[in-house]
């Protein structure tokens, strides 16, 4: 047994030469006596006091105690992670003399029922699958699919096929091609602050996301909450790169790669923990005009621009699109009906685009979209950006909603368009068209 600072809560980690963890019944060791920076084994006897003492009370109280089991992970900086299972009856308390001849105290406990499913015995890392260098990447088909022009290099893998074949079929950009017949509107004038902004009370960038920054400044900036439209500082604006109102714009800063899997083609995931907001990737193609891509139905790779169609797809965002302040700009009214409609702009990454062309679809993703403005303000020509929306261990596939209608594609030949969704979510749809 560790030494545990509340009577009421005890950590297991397999210190204790004495302890039997049977997962839901545990032989749980006192505490005291115990060579914590030697061998780790029993030097004296244990007293009857302090955890000790606490642990009989909750025997002769009936008091429960909450278990929190330590598992060895050798990428974790203190060599262990800890989960928390739950509570245990404190049955039974007796002293004997331990393995190494010294009074020990014993505590017999039991998981109460009614409680979710122990899982403590599936608990696994994936830090140690996270190649460290390109010789240890299994599979590699390709060592950077953006040929240099990201600055992290994104690998391909592929496990899957044989012979394992590489992405192909397009271009890699890291930046939009506008399509001859879209003229991008006239930069707008942004914000007079120098540097990088601080008081949204003043910077005029901020104003229009209701005087507040959307983002913190941690870990090269972080979203704090997805909006109808987020208002960055362009380049009108007076302040440097290094302004956090610039966080989309920085390009691809996590080691992401992309992997080939069994059933929905090429995937993404990234080798780094991405926090809950962190921005991933822009999605980035070709922006033309929807009514040029009558090819739609034979191209997987077209992102429609609606900001409000990304804020409803998404699982419980349309129900705060009530409380997000937008401004009055053009071509934003938040009207239901518009947005019903064809968006008038799409992103075709089909033979040109970025890594969100590989991006698939959850009905439970771990991304979002948010659309962002910053050199204009026409909310139809929006930046796309892809955001982590939960805190994404490395090596899970990073997925958003694409927010397709069902039934809303047909083919050449007037039929509807129906495709399968493998996302493997508990509450897929089953459809992804
Ligand atoms: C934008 S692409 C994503 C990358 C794609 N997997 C590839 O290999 O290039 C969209 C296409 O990926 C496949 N896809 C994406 N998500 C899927 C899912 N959840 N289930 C089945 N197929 C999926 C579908 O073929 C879809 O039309």
């Not at 109102?245 to 990234?270: C, D, Y």
Request: glycine fraction near 10%.
């Amino acid at each position: 047994m560790e030494d545990s600072s509340s009577p009421h809560a005890i950590v297991i980690s397999g210190m204790y030469e004495d302890d039997l963890d049977n997962a839901e019944d545990v032989i749980y060791t006192g505490q005291g006596g115990h060579d914590l920076t030697g061998n780790k084994r029993q030097i004296r006897d244990q007293k009857l006091e302090r955890g000790n003492l606490a642990l009989k009370n909750c025997v002769e109280q009936c008091v429960p105690v909450r278990v929190v089991r330590g598992h060895e992970c050798a990428s974790s900086y203190c060599g262990k992670v800890y989960t928390y299972d739950g509570l245990y009856k404190v049955v039974q308390y007796w002293a004997e003399k331990g393995l190494s001849g010294f009074t020990v105290f014993k505590y017999r406990l039991r998981r109460l029922e009614g409680q979710p499913l122990l899982t403590t015995n599936q608990v696994q890392f994936s830090y140690g699958r996270v190649p460290q260098s390109v010789a240890e990447i299994r599979g590699l088909v390709c060592e950077d699919i953006s040929g240099g022009q990201e600055d992290v290099p994104i690998p391909a893998t592929n496990l899957v096929d044989d012979p394992p074949v590489a992405p192909s079929g397009y271009t890699y950009r890291k930046s939009l091609q506008i399509a001859k017949n879209v003229k991008l509107p006239t930069n707008v004038s942004g914000c007079n602050c120098k540097g990088t902004c601080v008081d949204p009370r003043t910077c005029a960038c901020a104003k229009l996301n209701g005087s507040y920054f959307p983002y913190v400044n941690c870990h090269g900036g972080r979203l704090i909450e997805a909006r109808a439209v987020v208002f960055e500082c362009g380049p009108g604006c007076g302040c440097g790169p290094g302004c956090v109102n610039r966080t989309s714009q920085r390009g691809i800063k996590h080691r992401l790669e992309v992997f080939r899997t069994p059933k929905k083609g090429w995937a993404v995931r990234s080798w780094d923990f991405l926090p809950a907001g962190a921005p991933v990737c822009e999605y980035i193609g070709v922006l033309m005009r929807t009514e040029d891509t009558d090819h739609v139905c034979e191209n997987n790779y077209i992102f429609d621009i609606d900001c409000l169609q990304t804020m409803r797809g998404l699982d419980g965002r349309e129900r705060r699109l009530g409380d997000v302040s937008v401004p009055a700009i053009n071509n934003f009214d938040g009207d239901d009906q518009k947005s019903e409609s064809v968006p008038e702009f799409c992103i075709d990454a089909g033979s040109t685009g970025n890594i969100a062309r590989f991006i698939n679809h959850s009905c439970e993703p771990n991304l979002f979209v948010q659309c962002v403005l910053s050199s204009h303000h026409d909310v139809k020509l929006a930046r796309v950006m892809l955001f982590a929306a939960d805190n994404i261990p490395p090596m899970q596939e990073l997925t958003y909603d694409y927010g397709y209608a069902l039934d809303s594609v047909s083919g050449p030949d007037g039929k509807i368009i129906q495709m399968p969704c493998y996302c493997g979510a508990a509450d897929c749809r089953k459809r992804l068209l």
